[in-house]
Protein backbone atom coordinates (compact mmCIF):
# COMPACT_ATOMS: atom_id res chain seq x y z
CA UNK A 1 0.00 0.00 0.00
CA UNK A 2 2.71 2.29 1.01
CA UNK A 3 4.40 1.95 -3.12
CA UNK A 4 1.17 2.95 -4.30
CA UNK A 5 0.68 6.13 -2.43
CA UNK A 6 4.23 7.11 -2.90
CA UNK A 7 3.88 6.47 -6.47
CA UNK A 8 0.91 8.41 -7.08
CA UNK A 9 1.82 11.31 -5.19
CA UNK A 10 5.05 10.79 -6.53
CA UNK A 11 3.19 10.72 -10.44
CA UNK A 12 0.83 13.65 -9.22
CA UNK A 13 3.63 16.26 -8.40
CA UNK A 14 5.50 15.73 -11.25
CA UNK A 15 2.63 16.42 -13.51
CA UNK A 16 1.85 19.06 -11.53
CA UNK A 17 5.14 20.39 -11.78
CA UNK A 18 4.77 19.94 -15.86
CA UNK A 19 1.72 21.81 -15.54
CA UNK A 20 2.66 24.59 -13.84
CA UNK A 21 5.94 25.58 -15.79
CA UNK A 22 5.52 28.78 -17.41
CA UNK A 23 9.08 29.10 -18.35
CA UNK A 24 8.77 30.40 -22.08
CA UNK A 25 11.67 28.57 -24.39
CA UNK A 26 12.13 32.31 -25.75
CA UNK A 27 15.80 34.11 -26.33
CA UNK A 28 14.66 37.86 -25.89
CA UNK A 29 15.98 39.83 -28.54
CA UNK A 30 15.41 40.97 -32.17
CA UNK A 31 13.32 38.77 -34.32
CA UNK A 32 12.65 38.56 -38.01
CA UNK A 33 9.13 37.40 -38.31
CA UNK A 34 7.74 36.07 -41.77
CA UNK A 35 4.23 36.04 -42.43
CA UNK A 36 1.82 35.10 -45.05
CA UNK A 37 -2.01 35.25 -45.18
CA UNK A 38 -4.38 33.11 -46.52
CA UNK A 39 -8.49 33.15 -47.32
CA UNK A 40 -11.04 31.13 -49.51
CA UNK A 41 -9.43 31.01 -52.74
CA UNK A 42 -6.71 33.62 -52.53
CA UNK A 43 -2.73 33.17 -51.01
CA UNK A 44 -1.00 36.30 -50.17
CA UNK A 45 2.76 36.24 -50.55
CA UNK A 46 4.44 36.29 -47.65
CA UNK A 47 5.60 39.37 -46.10
CA UNK A 48 8.81 40.19 -43.56
CA UNK A 49 8.96 42.55 -40.71
CA UNK A 50 11.16 42.54 -37.28
CA UNK A 51 10.35 43.18 -33.99
CA UNK A 52 11.80 42.75 -30.52
CA UNK A 53 10.21 40.11 -28.60
CA UNK A 54 10.72 39.33 -24.93
CA UNK A 55 8.95 36.60 -22.40
CA UNK A 56 7.04 39.70 -21.15
CA UNK A 57 5.98 41.05 -24.58
CA UNK A 58 5.98 37.66 -26.66
CA UNK A 59 2.91 38.15 -28.96
CA UNK A 60 4.32 39.05 -32.35
CA UNK A 61 2.52 42.01 -34.45
CA UNK A 62 2.26 43.47 -37.85
CA UNK A 63 2.66 47.64 -37.60
CA UNK A 64 -0.68 48.18 -39.55
CA UNK A 65 -0.16 50.86 -41.81
CA UNK A 66 -3.99 51.89 -40.99
CA UNK A 67 -5.67 53.61 -38.43
CA UNK A 68 -7.32 50.33 -36.61
CA UNK A 69 -7.56 50.34 -32.77
CA UNK A 70 -6.50 47.10 -31.81
CA UNK A 71 -5.41 45.57 -28.35
CA UNK A 72 -4.11 41.97 -27.47
CA UNK A 73 -6.82 40.29 -24.79
CA UNK A 74 -6.86 36.93 -23.25
CA UNK A 75 -2.85 35.97 -23.44
CA UNK A 76 -2.15 32.74 -21.72
CA UNK A 77 1.44 31.01 -21.79
CA UNK A 78 1.37 27.13 -21.06
CA UNK A 79 5.07 25.88 -21.50
CA UNK A 80 6.46 27.08 -25.24
CA UNK A 81 2.89 28.10 -26.45
CA UNK A 82 1.52 31.67 -26.11
CA UNK A 83 -2.24 32.36 -26.91
CA UNK A 84 -4.06 35.25 -27.25
CA UNK A 85 -6.76 36.91 -28.44
CA UNK A 86 -6.72 40.31 -30.55
CA UNK A 87 -9.43 42.71 -30.58
CA UNK A 88 -9.80 45.82 -33.54
CA UNK A 89 -12.29 48.52 -34.27
CA UNK A 90 -11.94 49.80 -37.55
CA UNK A 91 -14.46 52.42 -38.67
CA UNK A 92 -17.18 51.40 -35.59
CA UNK A 93 -17.02 47.47 -36.56
CA UNK A 94 -15.17 44.77 -34.34
CA UNK A 95 -12.96 42.57 -35.57
CA UNK A 96 -11.64 39.26 -33.29
CA UNK A 97 -8.32 37.57 -33.77
CA UNK A 98 -7.23 34.51 -32.27
CA UNK A 99 -3.66 33.74 -32.24
CA UNK A 100 -1.74 30.48 -31.18
CA UNK A 101 2.66 30.42 -31.56
CA UNK A 102 5.09 27.92 -30.02
CA UNK A 103 8.81 28.64 -29.51
CA UNK A 104 11.68 27.29 -29.38
CA UNK A 105 14.55 29.02 -28.36
CA UNK A 106 15.50 31.03 -31.26
CA UNK A 107 12.56 30.40 -33.74
CA UNK A 108 8.92 29.71 -33.68
CA UNK A 109 5.75 28.87 -35.83
CA UNK A 110 2.11 29.94 -35.13
CA UNK A 111 -1.00 31.10 -36.85
CA UNK A 112 -3.81 33.38 -36.16
CA UNK A 113 -7.60 33.24 -37.70
CA UNK A 114 -9.71 36.09 -38.09
CA UNK A 115 -13.44 35.78 -39.06
CA UNK A 116 -14.44 39.50 -41.08
CA UNK A 117 -17.30 40.46 -42.97
CA UNK A 118 -17.91 36.53 -43.03
CA UNK A 119 -14.63 35.38 -44.32
CA UNK A 120 -12.25 33.06 -42.74
CA UNK A 121 -8.39 34.04 -43.01
CA UNK A 122 -5.32 32.57 -41.69
CA UNK A 123 -2.11 34.15 -40.95
CA UNK A 124 0.69 31.84 -40.89
CA UNK A 125 3.90 33.33 -38.72
CA UNK A 126 7.55 31.50 -38.61
CA UNK A 127 9.93 34.18 -36.67
CA UNK A 128 13.83 33.30 -36.04
CA UNK A 129 16.05 35.62 -33.71
CA UNK A 130 18.63 37.79 -35.79
CA UNK A 131 20.26 39.89 -32.69
CA UNK A 132 19.79 42.11 -29.94
CA UNK A 133 17.13 44.73 -29.94
CA UNK A 134 18.28 48.17 -30.24
Known amino acids: ?61 DKPEDTRDC ?14 EIKCTTDGETVKSIGKITYKGDTFDGETRTRMEGMDMVQKMSGRRIGNCK
Open 1 to 61: MYYKVTALITTFLVLFLASSSSALELKDGLWEITSSMEMPGMKMPPFKHTQCLTSKDSVPR
Open 71 to 84: KIINTSTKGNTVTW
